[in-house]
């Protein structure tokens, strides 16, 4: 059975930082290409971040040089560093693994960046 659990979330104020961090449990996970989303209130699950499998990264243009993702494989984790959070960033994330097209998401853990 796979699990993703995510962590991390929280309450922060504009211009602070917060990890998340997303465990894998039950998945070939060295070899799954991994993602960060998110979904605000009213609006659509969107792409936020993803790395592929050789590490490569892509983002979204509204996080591009705030938010970093990165992977550790030993670990089976994933992550997702935000920097400078605005509080347009207030969303719930939920992290995601694709492993040859099949999609497996986590529960999800919420942000908020409020001062």
């Known amino acids: 059975q796979v699990q993703l659990v995510e962590s991390g979330g929280g309450l922060v104020q504009p211009g602070g930082s917060l990890r998340l961090s997303c465990a894998a449990s039950g998945i070939r996970f060295s070899f799954s290409a991994l993602g960060w989303y998110r979904q605000a209130p009213g609006n659509q699950r969107e792409l936020v971040a993803n790395i592929t499998s050789g590490g490569r990264t892509n983002y979204a243009d509204s996080v591009k040089g705030r938010f970093t993702i990165s992977r550790d494989n030993a670990k089976k984790t994933v992550y997702l560093q935000m920097n400078s959070l605005k509080p347009e960033d207030t969303a719930v994330y939920y992290c995601?693994?694709?492993?040859?097209?099949?999609?497996?998401w986590g529960q999800g853990t919420r942000v908020t960046v409020s001062s």
């Open positions: 995601n693994a694709d492993l040859v097209g099949l999609d497996y």
